[in-house]
């Protein structure tokens, strides 16, 4: 188990209980992620407390190994006599250069599962979709097949030793970044999250979603991130809600055909996480202007303290700090400000890359690092008007997020002191 961190609608244990009549499940802990903070290891570990629960009260041994799985896994395979592996996919190279190490090293067979999309990321395509609407129509094809309500898993009679969860966290050797986050982690939570999304805000989804004033979007994407709840059972239950027909079509592409696209991104592109993902044309438009003179240039430091001119960025940005989620719509324009107030693109790349894993509970995830590379490169989008610094890459400003919603309004939901700074 690495990227779903769940015990129900989970294709990886269903297999995993097809191929042999005793399942065993294993974590491999890594000390430190990329950029996680101990925000994210937090998260992680408290759902994972509930997967052993959930599994002790099915039966099933769940461990918990201090390393990278390239060093523990084989040994703790063979120590057991496991007669195969199961994992998780994931299109992130760091995965997948671990598996390509197991599945030499192993004694054992391993197979993969992606548990993560509907549509398994390999069957949907085998190279890179460059826009939406070309996955949209795949999937039109394919859902039907894979969109079906997921199995129960079965009972065992393994013996579950317990875990020493303390010792996992002192193992743990990230970097403290941004106040800890009251978040309610793990399946269940996850479970709640979807009914309340479902309950209050599922209706009106398509008109308002994009409103960082109002905040109507899921909230669901931590859950998704660490695994703890299934895209597809969100989308079986949104689709059988009895919601407007317009909202449940709205969440649907954005949870599958969206999503499903930023793993082919990160699946089929080198350089996911750089500006080295660009598109042809986003690196060509770009380089043409990389030399424009830019009004001020901000180094990592001043955004990471939300210290720029404007008011709106920086907001965005304390909201990201403070509870580990920004809005969709701030998200992209947080990101093509930090290409207009950086001294190249691939700074600015580096910089909204390394600031959303770091902040962002949904972090080190393809939806950022195709987001970041669509704001800033051109990623899955198409050439606009030229202008300077942006080229052809879509250009945001203060003037249009006020046509589209609130902006005042938003800021004092998110960071109210930075409209009256009397009042703190």
């Given at each position: ?14 297999l995993?209980s ?12 890594l000390?430190r ?12 570990l408290?759902?994972?407390e509930q ?9 099933i041994?769940f461990?918990?190994l ?16 496991a007669?195969?592996?199961?994992c998780d996919?994931s ?13 030499k ?6 197979v993969?599962?992606?548990s ?17 609407f070309?996955?949209?129509?795949r ?5 039907p097949e894979?969109l ?7 009972r065992?009679?393994?013996e ?7 010792a996992?966290r002192e193992?743990?050797k990230?970097?403290h ?5 009251e ?6 939570a ?20 994009g409103?960082?004033?109002v905040?109507q979007?899921?909230r669901?994407?931590p859950?998704l991130?660490?695994?703890?709840l ?5 989308v079986?239950?949104?689709k ?10 709205e ?5 599958v055909?969206?999503r499903?696209?930023?793993d082919?991104?990160c ?13 042809n044309?986003g ?11 830019r009004?001020v240039?901000y180094?990592?430091?001043?955004f990471?303290?939300?210290?720029t ?14 509870t580990g989620?920004?809005?969709n719509?701030m998200?992209m324009y947080w990101?093509?400000k ?8 691939d ?11 770091r ?6 995830d393809?939806n950022?690092y195709a987001g970041v590379?669509?704001a ?11 202008r ?6 879509r250009y945001?400003n203060e003037?249009?997020?006020?046509r ?7 800021i004092r939901?998110v960071a109210?002191e930075?409209?009256?700074p009397q009042?703190?």
């Open positions: 188990m690495s990227r779903d961190q769940r015990v129900r609608d989970n294709h990886g244990l269903l995993a097809e191929l042999g009549t005793h399942v065993h499940v294993v974590f491999c802990l000390d992620c990329g950029a996680a903070s101990q925000r994210h290891f937090k998260f992680m408290d759902g994972l997967v052993e629960r959930d599994l002790r009260e099915l039966g041994p461990s918990l201090l390393g990278d799985a390239t060093i523990t896994l084989p040994s703790f395979a063979a120590s057991i006599g007669g195969a592996v199961t996919f299109p992130l190279a760091p995965s997948r250069r671990r598996r390509s190490f197991l599945a090293s192993l004694e054992m067979p391993l993969e599962v992606d993560r999309n509907i549509v398994p990321a390999w069957v949907a395509a085998d190279k890179h979709v460059y826009a939406a070309h996955l949209r129509s999937h039109a094809k394919m859902l894979y079906l309500e997921i199995p129960q898993l079965e065992q009679s393994g579950c030793e317990p875990v020493e969860w303390e996992a193992f743990v990230a970097d970044h941004g106040p800890e986050i978040i309610a982690s793990g399946e269940s996850a479970r709640i999250a979807l009914d309340d999304f479902i309950a209050t805000r599922l209706e009106g989804y398509a008109e308002r979603r409103r960082p004033d905040d979007q899921s669901l994407s859950y991130h660490f695994g703890q299934s895209c597809q059972r969100a079986l239950d949104v059988a809600s009895g919601a407007p027909p317009e909202d449940i079509a969440f649907v592409d954005e949870a055909t969206w499903e696209l930023s082919n991104f699946l089929y592109v080198d350089g996911y996480a750089s500006a080295k993902g660009f598109p044309w690196r060509k438009t770009l380089d043409a202007h990389a030399a424009d003179a009004d240039v180094d990592f430091d001043a990471e303290q939300a210290d001119h404007d008011v709106l960025w920086n907001a965005a940005q304390l909201e990201m700090v403070r989620r920004m809005h719509y998200r990101a093509k930090i290409l207009e107030w950086s001294e190249s693109p700074e600015a790349a580096r910089i909204a890359v390394l600031l959303n894993d902040y962002e509970l949904d972090g080190r393809p950022g590379a669509w800033i490169g051109g990623v899955h989008d198409r050439p606009w008007m030229e300077s610094v942006y080229g052809k890459v945001m003037n249009g997020a006020r589209k919603f609130d902006v005042d309004a938003y939901r109210p930075l409209l009256d009042l703190f």
